[in-house]
């Protein structure tokens, strides 16, 4: 008969710390994951925000796409609007004129919407100041200045994104 000593198998206590461990991480890998997701989404905003930033930069300085610059029926500028109501869409629009000179043009929205776009997840505009960011060819003459702030609506967790006189288009690390 075989004695109760060299038996192996694990006692009732091992289990328990076994389970408990196994419940801590998983707890954590949850916790962990939903962060990052909510992040993950947070910058993929803010990316889509300055590449939609940068396509109105870049058709504004392309005059050969839109016509001349301030010739009858062509484009005097191109911006970004942001609905600061809805809190989540934007969009890439270009302010067209009747005449043969840009000057007296009101550049800010209504113009003719080129794209609309939505923000990805629960991520919304927080403080977009101004409301358009444009920019004027062939210089951007300060027209173009402003930060966009986007906040995740479950984790608070805010970006910015920066623009200034010269029309350069920066993501911030922190508001």
Not at 37 to 54: F, G, H, K, P
Not at 121 to 127: D, E, I, L, N
Not at 166 to 174: E, K, N, R, T, Y
Request: proline letters at 3%.
């Amino acid at each position: 008969m075989e004695d109760a000593k060299d038996q192996s198998a694990f006692t009732l206590i091992e289990t328990l710390v076994v389970i408990a461990i196994t419940a801590v991480l998983s707890t954590i890998f949850i916790v962990y994951s939903g962060s990052s997701n909510s992040n993950l989404n947070l910058y993929t905003s803010r990316a889509e925000v300055v590449s939609t930033l940068e396509r109105a930069k870049s058709l504004a300085l392309d005059k050969s796409a839109y016509g001349n610059y301030g010739a009858e029926g062509s484009y005097c500028a191109f911006g970004v609007h942001f609905d600061l109501a809805g809190g989540r869409n934007y969009y890439l629009y270009g302010i067209a004129t009747s005449s043969n000179n840009c000057s007296g043009v009101n550049y800010a929205w209504p113009g003719s919407a080129i794209q609309t776009s939505t923000l990805t997840g629960q991520a919304q505009f927080v403080s977009p100041t101004p409301a358009d960011i444009y920019f004027i060819p062939p210089y951007f003459l300060g027209s173009a200045t402003g930060e966009i702030v986007i906040q995740d609506k479950k984790s608070g967790a805010k970006v910015a994104i920066g623009v200034d006189a010269g029309g350069s288009v920066s993501a911030l690390s922190s508001p």
